[in-house]
């Protein structure tokens, strides 16, 4: 039985979460061939959630611990709690259930415009994303490997700085960090809280090779399991142009990868900043 990768209107389609009932909330998972639900997929739809509650206000942050893995097949449940309203913050914390059991629990919280300082770091010296190749091209050598998934086509286009996981495998002298432009392949509406949502989605995944190029792996090579996530949205991400992930991973220990990235508009504006936590090791720990 082949299967149908998720495309960008899947993926978008899936975040806008359905409402039913003040603080209740149900979505339909993204499936695939081991019906897992993906960690990314999920924590975008807990924040999406939890925004529907703060009308007028934005997220700056959200904060999120995986439990369960849960069946990709079936919907899950997300009830959201109003923790709090202030003049500028609110608060929202989301968990999200399946069967009764909770596969994630998570820390929103939302801002309202306010002036300020403006500062942030400078975007690392990368060649521009035009000169670099597409991802299926650099691993085209590869494409025989596990039913062409290095080739496969993705919701978003990915072009490397730095080697990623499969082609650093067989470097004598892998890269410390990750560095990827990437881009929706499709247009996607002008809607700065999906846009937020996407990046969760797209971080949970990509922030993962970082750890897994110390280690000399690959997402389909080991086992392994989203542990935290949290991202910190400090601008408006522009999702029309080209987006710079800076990935690095500072320690690994005790079957532990952590990995941080800092994400960069076309502009070299900061637009957001992401820790994140993986287990790799047996299934079911």
Same mark, same amino acid.
């Given at each position: 039985?082949?299967?149908?990768?998720p495309?960008?209107?899947?993926i978008? /389609?899936?975040?806008?979460?359905?409402?039913?009932?003040?603080?209740?909330?149900?979505?339909? +998972?993204?499936?695939n061939?081991?019906?897992?639900?993906?960690?990314? *997929?999920?924590?975008? +739809? #807990?924040?999406? #959630?939890?925004?529907?509650t703060?009308?007028?206000?934005?997220?700056?942050?959200?904060?999120?611990?995986?439990?369960?893995?849960?069946?990709?097949?079936?919907?899950?449940?997300?009830?959201?709690?109003?923790?709090?309203?202030?003049?500028?913050?609110?608060?929202?914390?989301?968990?999200?259930? +399946?069967?009764?059991? $909770?596969?994630? /629990?998570?820390?929103?919280?939302?801002?309202?415009?306010?002036?300020?300082?403006?500062?942030?770091?400078?975007? $690392?010296?990368?060649?521009?994303?035009?000169?670099?190749?597409?991802?299926? /091209?650099?691993?085209?050598a590869? #494409?025989?490997?596990?039913?062409? *998934?290095?080739?496969?086509? +993705?919701?978003?286009?990915?072009?490397?700085?730095?080697?990623?996981?499969?082609?650093?495998?067989? %470097?004598?002298?892998?890269?410390d960090?990750?560095?990827?432009?990437?881009?929706?392949? /499709?247009? $996607?509406?002008?809607?700065?809280?999906?846009?937020?949502?996407?990046?969760?989605? %797209?971080?949970?995944?990509?922030?993962?090779?970082?750890?897994?190029?110390?280690?000399?792996?690959?997402?389909?090579?080991t086992?392994?399991? %989203?542990?935290?996530?949290? %991202?910190?949205?400090?601008?408006?991400?522009?999702?029309?142009?080209? $987006?710079?992930?800076?990935?690095?991973?500072?320690?690994?220990?005790?079957?532990?990868?952590?990995?941080? #990235?800092t994400?960069?508009?076309r502009?070299?504006s900061?637009?957001?900043?992401?820790?994140?936590?993986?287990?790799?090791?047996?299934?079911?720990?």
């Open positions: 039985m082949s299967y149908r990768w495309t960008l209107a899947d978008v /389609e899936t975040l806008q979460v359905d409402q039913v009932g003040d603080d209740d909330f149900v979505a339909t +998972q993204l499936d061939p081991a019906h897992h639900i993906v960690g990314g *997929h999920l924590a975008g +739809q #807990a924040l999406m #959630a939890a925004s529907r703060v009308p007028g206000r934005t997220p700056h942050s959200v904060h999120v611990y995986y439990l369960r893995a849960g069946d990709a097949r079936r919907p899950v449940d997300f009830h959201v709690v109003r923790s709090r309203d202030g003049g500028t913050l609110s608060t929202r914390q989301v968990t999200a259930r +399946q069967d009764d059991e $909770v596969l994630l /629990e998570a820390l929103a919280s939302f801002s309202a415009p306010v002036g300020g300082l403006d500062h942030h770091a400078p975007m $690392v010296d990368v060649p521009d994303p035009e000169s670099l190749i597409p991802v299926h /091209e650099q691993l085209a590869y #494409a025989g490997e596990h039913g062409g *998934h290095w080739v496969r086509p +993705q919701p978003f286009e990915r072009r490397y700085v730095d080697a990623p996981p499969r082609l650093a495998m067989d %470097l004598s002298d892998p890269p960090r990750v560095r990827m432009w990437w881009r929706p392949t /499709e247009p $996607v509406p002008d809607d700065e809280v999906l846009h937020s949502c996407l990046l969760t989605y %797209l971080s949970g995944t990509s922030m993962l090779e970082a750890a897994m190029v110390v280690r000399r792996t690959t997402p389909v090579t086992f392994n399991a %989203l542990i935290d996530h949290a %991202l910190w949205f400090h601008r408006p991400v522009d999702l029309s142009d080209w $987006v710079l992930s800076d990935h690095f991973s500072p320690s690994a220990i005790d079957g532990r990868g952590l990995s941080t #990235a994400t960069y508009n502009s070299g900061v637009v957001c900043v992401a820790t994140q936590e993986s287990y790799f090791g047996r299934s079911g720990s």
